[in-house]
């Protein structure tokens, strides 16, 4: 795939003014901060003994107000898709594109809005999707995936053993020391910050230009690996990559329908750098599962039971099940982002795949030319073509050489034709 040359040109200008407008008006809007629940809410969950729903109902997020009004926002965003339809043209895949993330953006105001009802659930199943969507009529689920998985690590995993210091605990301190030099290391000097934190939730969240350490959590070199696979290349990355994009300068947000893709490819990153392994896919698993047994009835405490038999340890427990049910109330319905993990994987892998048996292995790195959706890449494609969008400045290790990748995956699919268990069966007859 050749580089189109970049050009100002009246289009070029056009766009550059409706992304630079987008990125303005979309910059209250985070959804994570509209949903989450506070400290309060857990320790008074651990003081009763894990046996009485959480202390939240449409009121508590009546009480935790937004800084902006979604209604205004919401009709800034339909004025801007309109705008785009009519400078750009209707059937311009840079009108198209504008469209689709005014949409995402409208959604997601709808469903902040809809905080502690019923419809919260709905507008979060709308961005990203339920356990029981397919990927293809008459194909597998996302929930499928997730058993799938589940059974291939029953049947490989054993005791993590490491043969590295990879089982080294370092406190948040030591840790942010470390990641900080992986990433001047593997992405270049001043790329990213990495600072410590005592106010976020998480273990680890990362921003445009930075990732935060929980000050009071630990962390292994296996941890940092992954840190550094997943914030570092793929979220920071996409983001800077986006945000240097002469005329698209929208795609250095990520508009809510892009956080599957995002996820997605962030795990396929670890995955292929081989800085995955079995306890944390165990997490995206419990993830699903979760969100399926709320979709079928199940409450919080029941959650964080069925989390705590499974082998959760309490914190665990807790943060599995909160982030299923933020944005919600203790009975349901769920907040279904974290779906986004597997179902993201299993779309970035058959994009994969499809890219190679095209023989088109030049669309690959075009992942990574900023936050992109999946689901529209073909238009993303058309604007890289039309000298629109340019690809990306950096990209992750196992994208950079796509032959080297085609090798990997061609085998992989070999493999998949295997019958492992009739071959065990046969050196079992053998002994």
Sequence with gaps: MATPTSTSTPTSNTL????????????PIRVL???????????????????????????????????????????????LGSEAHSRLGGDSPAAQLLGRSC??????????????????????????????????????????????????????????VSTTDADVILS??????????????????????????????????????????????????QNLATLEAHEGWVHIGTTRNGLAQPHATFLGKAAPPVTVTQEGLATVTEILSLRSHPSRLRRLINRVRGIELVLDGANF???????????????????????????????????SKDLAYGKGLALTYIYLRLALREQRPDRIPMLFCGKV??????????????????????????????DALAAQIAFSRFLREVDFDQMIADRASRT
């Design 16 to 27: 550059r003014d409706l992304s630079d407008r987008l990125v303005d008006i979309q910059r």
């Design 33 to 79: 901060n509209a949903v989450r629940w506070d400290d309060e809410v857990k320790a008074e969950f651990f003081a009763q003994g894990f046996r009485e729903q959480p202390s939240v109902d449409a009121s508590y997020y009546e009480r935790e107000k937004l800084s902006y009004n979604p209604a205004e926002l919401r009709m800034a965003l339909r004025d």
């Design 103 to 160: 949409r995402g953006y409208r959604l997601a105001l709808s469903m902040i809005e809809a905080r502690g009802t019923e419809a919260f659930g709905r507008y979060s199943a709308e961005l990203y999707g339920t356990p029981h969507e397919v990927f293809h009529p008459g194909g597998p689920t996302v929930s499928d995936l997730a058993d799938s998985i589940a059974m291939t690590l029953d049947r490989v995993e054993g005791p993590e």
């Design 172 to 221: 948040g301190a030591e840790a942010v020391v470390e990641l900080q030099r992986r990433l001047d290391d593997s992405m270049g000097q001043g790329v990213a910050e990495v600072r410590l934190d005592d106010g976020i939730v998480a273990d680890a969240a990362a921003g445009s230009d930075y990732i935060k350490l929980r000050a009071d959590a630990s962390f292994t070199v």
């Design 301 to 335: 405490v029941e959650l964080f039971e069925y989390l705590r038999v499974e082998g959760l340890d309490e914190e665990e427990a807790w943060q599995t099940a909160a982030r299923i049910f933020r944005g919600s109330t203790p009975t349901g319905p769920p907040f």
């Design 373 to 402: 959706d999946l689901q529209a890449m073909d238009l993303v494609l058309a604007l890289f073509d039309e000298g629109l969008v340019e690809a990306p400045a950096f990209v992750p290790p196992p994208f950079r050489d796509t």
